[in-house]
């Protein structure tokens, strides 16, 4: 719902939607046709054409008051009767990976997902490694709102889409998204994606929020957004980009990064906290004095811009200081794990974690490994190699090496 008090409420995207699914599946193509932008822009993901970082792209929702069927769109005019839409709200999307070996990258942008479009290949078996894989993900993260797009009809016969539909329906059966909306699409020819963004206008409302909770952020990205040669005086501070969880950031406000840089002392390695304040916030490509829970955001700070070049403090914590929770070194887990492995050819039994096992474990944005300490019942103990800063309540889900990949086996339930 849009309150109509400030255009702030109206620009700042309510919802944030994750594009997740195998490799080569089309989901920056679709993303594309949705909002207008292409996220693939590193250099390395122009090269291979795959998406390897997190990707963001905002969209408006109008609604064409005249139209009963299909009446929204991301136009400002309706493209069937030509009439003047309304818009209603605005969306944001997280464009992840498919790839098998960017799974801990998928897994950090699941963390800020309220829903997602789960995309599969009408013209390829069902389901692929990866869907499995990101499928599992987005149930065990607590993802629920999910619409499967079938795309790439436009490559598969009448006959491949109905078999591939049918593959689908199997999948999907016994897991979270068995009632979800199936939207056959070609993002490439523009089929149907007027009935796939009514479905997410409908189906994708935003979820319940608490602005009034000391301000917690998860940063995905950071980046220095100053071109080589900059004059000093006018260099810009370092940005973070990435989702509110709960309450307000303001422009002004003094916040705190957590875990924060890296430092030896004593012969230690440790984090320092880091302190700067908010110069101007961002969504896609509005200022905002003030951001709340709902779509991503950009925060541009007084940080050297060298403290936050390639992404360096993406799974920090942000908010006020004193109000984070606590940097982690260790992590005592009550293990969840699943039956068998998912996301490889062969799905073996997970078998029990084992003490001096390397883990990979994703909390909020954050990712990191460590080794098992100790194992005791129903609880591990697992040293970090890279701290985290994780409450009670949240899941910390587990991957394991299976060859030379880490896969998802599980999650766990922090303790103590």
């Known amino acids: 719902m849009v309150k109509k008090k400030t255009e702030e409420v109206i620009i700042q995207p309510d919802i944030n939607i994750g594009m997740v699914g195998h490799v080569d599946s089309g989901k920056t193509t679709l993303l594309e046709r949705l909002s207008g932008k292409w996220t693939d822009t590193h250099s390395e993901e122009i090269k291979r054409g795959i998406t390897i970082k997190l990707g963001y792209a905002n969209a408006p929702i109008y609604k064409c008051e005249k139209c009963k069927e299909l009446a929204y769109t991301t136009k400002?005019?309706?493209?069937?009767?030509?009439?003047?839409?309304?818009?209603?709200?605005?969306?944001?999307?997280?464009?992840?990976?498919?790839?098998?070996?960017?799974?801990?990258?998928?897994?950090?942008?699941?963390?800020?997902?309220?829903?997602?479009?789960?995309?599969?290949?009408?013209?390829?078996?069902?389901?692929?490694?990866?869907?499995?894989?990101?499928l599992m993900a987005l149930e065990i993260i607590g993802v629920k709102k999910i619409i499967i797009v079938q795309n790439k009809i436009d490559l598969a016969s009448e006959e491949q889409i109905a078999r591939n539909y049918e593959q689908i329906k199997n999948f999907i059966k016994g897991t979270i998204a068995e009632k979800s909306t199936i939207i056959p699409v070609s993002a490439q020819?523009?089929?149907?994606?007027?009935?796939?963004?009514?479905?997410?206008?409908?189906?994708?409302?935003?979820?319940?929020?608490?602005?009034?909770?000391?301000?917690?952020?998860?940063?995905?990205?950071?980046?220095?957004?100053?071109?080589?040669?900059?004059?000093?005086?006018?260099?810009?501070?370092?940005?973070?980009?990435?989702?509110?969880?709960?309450?307000?950031?303001?422009?002004?406000?003094?916040?705190?990064?957590?875990?924060?840089?890296?430092?030896?002392k004593e012969n230690r390695i440790i984090y320092m906290p880091i302190k700067t304040r908010i110069v101007s916030?961002?969504?896609?490509?509005?200022?905002?004095?003030?951001?709340?829970?709902?779509?991503?955001?950009?925060?541009?700070?007084?940080?050297?811009?060298?403290?936050?070049?390639?992404?360096?403090?993406?799974g920090n914590v942000i908010g006020y200081a004193g109000k984070i929770p606590d940097t982690l070194y260790e992590l005592a887990l009550e293990p969840k794990l699943l039956k068998r492995v998912v996301g490889t050819k062969e799905e073996a039994n997970v078998d029990p974690i084992k003490k001096t096992e390397i883990l990979m474990l994703n909390a909020n944005s954050a990712a990191t490994t460590g080794i098992v300490t100790d194992v005791m019942k129903n609880t591990i103990k697992v040293k970090l190699k890279g701290p985290i800063c994780a409450d009670a309540s949240d899941r910390v889900t587990i991957s394991r090496l299976v060859g030379s990949r880490f896969r998802l086996i599980g999650y766990g339930l922090m303790k103590g």
């Open 189 to 264: 020819h523009n089929i149907n994606v007027d009935a796939l963004i009514n479905a997410i206008a409908n189906e994708f409302t935003m979820p319940e929020r608490d602005f009034n909770k000391n301000p917690i952020m998860f940063a995905a990205r950071s980046f220095d957004v100053n071109k080589p040669g900059t004059e000093i005086d006018k260099l810009f501070g370092g940005v973070i980009g990435g989702s509110i969880k709960q309450g307000t950031l303001k422009t002004g406000d003094e916040i705190e990064i957590k875990p924060g840089l890296k430092v030896e």
């Open 76 to 134: 400002p005019k309706c493209e069937k009767c030509n009439s003047e839409t309304v818009l209603k709200r605005k969306i944001s999307f997280v464009d992840a990976p498919g790839h098998e070996t960017l799974m801990a990258t998928m897994l950090s942008g699941a963390a800020i997902m309220d829903a997602a479009l789960l995309l599969i290949s009408a013209n390829e078996e069902c389901p692929q490694l990866q869907t499995k894989e990101h």
């Open 281 to 314: 916030l961002r969504t896609g490509e509005d200022a905002i004095e003030s951001a709340h829970p709902g779509g991503s955001i950009a925060i541009l700070t007084e940080l050297d811009p060298s403290i936050v070049k390639s992404d360096s403090l993406s």
